[in-house]
Nanobody, 122 residues
């Protein structure tokens, strides 16, 4: 699977951005889609994920209620709508494709996009 993220940019506090991640190629059952972010000087952290059907979504505590993840199968695209942005949301955002491992009871993120930078100015 190849993933291409876009939509990042500079936005003021309280503003909104919509990130997109287009997938191409074979999925090999890596049907889960996720968004992660890495802020300067910090480790990468989970932001949101969505299952294949779109019926299940999960969010980190820090973005729940402000961000919404959706997917469009017709366009092979996953979106992350980000509202009420805060300076602490400044980071490079990465989309990922993976699967849930029943053996390890965790998600395995096997494919990553190149990242798109989001900067929230105060």
């Amino acid at each position: 699977v190849q993933l291409r993220a876009s939509g990042g940019g500079l936005v003021q506090v309280g503003g909104s951005l919509r990130l997109s991640c287009v997938a191409s190629g074979r999925t090999d059952d890596n049907d889960e889609r996720g968004w992660f972010r890495r802020a300067p000087g910090k480790e990468r952290e989970f932001v949101a994920r969505i299952n294949w059907s779109g019926s299940r979504t999960d969010y980190s505590h820090s973005v729940k209620g402000r961000f919404t993840i959706t997917r469009d199968h017709a366009e092979n695209t996953v979106h992350l709508q980000m509202n009420s942005l805060k300076p602490e949301d400044t980071a490079t955002y990465y989309c990922a494709a993976g699967r849930y491992s029943r053996s390890y009871l965790t998600y395995e993120w096997n494919y990553w996009g190149q990242g798109t930078l989001v900067t929230v100015s105060s």
